[in-house]
């Protein structure tokens, strides 16, 4: 887009001199004393996206909105630019000094992937040259892969954009699938919200189970030890009592009135 912009980059003279000083700044980079990987792997990234413009200015287009909009272009289900990811393989590929590190480190992340699933050969270039950790949410513009975008399209709320203008630039693209997304994001929201529901039900009864506490009966005053023997021992001797007064009258009962003598 930059190029395109730019009508004196989209010539293809400009074109030639621009890739040959990205790749000599990518040898430089390499063969100094303090090697510089990073800046060496985007000079070359550079370069090869310069000479692809070539290439396609070669076969008789005037303009480069060809170009972009076959490099925008996804395909039908999910919209993935699947020729973006083609050429940002190919590029890596062709990166010169076969004993670098970062080149070594991204073919491992890329080559085991399919194209069309994540990571992205995008996103993994990307997180090389800017430094971006994988797990930092980092959001890029769909249109320009510009860091920071923050306009989202007002029906699906799954594309990002800088701007208007990166949006209209992809809209033929994403006119096709943005109903399919809408759909995709109406039901991943259904979704979280479900699991945060049910997260929240959960934490409830933890919290109900863990909080019953059974009634216990309140116990009565201490009873000194000395005053329940002494207690204990005159309500015994008072048992005894009324347990020889029971059997004395219980005797006189059943013997009967004493028969009087004449």
């Not at 890739?19 to 990518?26: E, G, N, P, S, T």
């Not at 272009?73 to 999910?78: A, E, F, T």
């Not at 009135?257 to 004449?262: F, G, K, M, T």
């Given at each position: 887009?930059?190029?395109?912009?730019?009508?004196?980059?989209?010539?293809?003279?400009?074109?030639?001199?621009?890739?040959?000083?990205?790749?000599?700044?990518?040898?430089?980079?390499?063969?100094q004393?303090?090697?510089?990987?990073?800046?060496?792997?985007?000079?070359?990234?550079?370069?090869?996206?310069?000479?692809?413009?070539?290439?396609?200015?070669?076969?008789?287009?005037?303009?480069l909105?060809?170009?972009?909009?076959?490099?925008?272009?996804?395909?039908?289900?999910?919209?993935?630019?699947?020729?973006q990811?083609?050429?940002?393989?190919?590029?890596?590929?062709?990166?010169?000094?076969?004993?670098a590190?970062?080149?070594?480190q991204?073919v491992?992340?890329?080559?085991?992937?399919?194209?069309?699933?994540?990571?992205?050969?995008?996103?993994?270039?990307?997180?090389?040259?800017?430094?971006?950790?994988?797990?930092?949410?980092?959001?890029?513009?769909?249109?320009?892969?510009e860091k920071?975008?923050?306009?989202?399209?007002?029906?699906?709320?799954?594309?990002?954009?800088?701007?208007?203008?990166?949006?209209?630039?992809?809209?033929?693209?994403?006119?096709?699938?943005?109903?399919?997304?809408?759909?995709?994001?109406?039901?991943?929201?259904l979704?979280?919200?479900?699991?945060?529901?049910?997260?929240?039900?959960?934490?409830?009864?933890?919290?109900?189970s863990?909080?019953?506490?059974?009634?216990?009966?309140e116990?009565?005053p201490?009873?000194?030890?000395?005053?329940?023997?002494?207690?204990?021992?005159?309500?015994?001797e008072?048992?005894?009592?009324?347990c020889?007064?029971?059997?004395?009258?219980?005797?006189?009962?059943?013997?009967g009135?004493?028969?009087?003598?004449?």
């Open positions: 887009m930059l190029i395109n912009e730019n009508p004196l980059l989209a010539e293809e003279a400009a074109l030639n001199k621009c890739y040959k000083v990205m790749d000599l700044i990518c040898e430089k980079c390499m063969k004393s303090d090697m510089n990987e990073v800046l060496a792997m985007k000079m070359h990234y550079i370069s090869c996206i310069f000479q692809k413009c070539i290439n396609f200015l070669k076969d008789g287009e005037n303009k909105d060809t170009l972009i909009k076959s490099l925008l272009k996804g395909r039908p289900s999910d919209g993935f630019p699947i020729y990811e083609k050429i940002i393989r190919e590029s890596i590929r062709k990166f010169p000094y076969c004993e590190t970062l080149l070594q991204l491992r992340s890329i080559a085991p992937v399919e194209i069309g699933s994540d990571p992205t050969a995008f996103s993994v270039l990307t997180q090389a040259i800017t430094g971006q950790v994988g797990f930092v949410d980092v959001e890029f513009c769909t249109t320009c892969g920071g975008a923050s306009k989202r399209c007002s029906v699906c709320k799954m594309v990002i954009y800088c701007d208007q203008t990166c949006q209209k630039t992809h809209w033929f693209a994403h006119k096709k699938i943005c109903k399919n997304l809408k759909d995709i994001y109406e039901k991943q929201q979704e979280a919200a479900k699991e945060k529901s049910d997260e929240e039900n959960n934490g409830k009864l933890d919290v109900d863990n909080g019953v506490n059974e009634e216990q009966p116990a009565g201490a009873v000194p030890q000395e005053d329940s023997d002494a207690k204990g021992s005159e309500e015994g008072k048992a005894s009592l009324q020889d007064a029971g059997l004395e009258c219980s005797q006189e009962a059943t013997a009135p004493l028969a009087s003598e004449e």
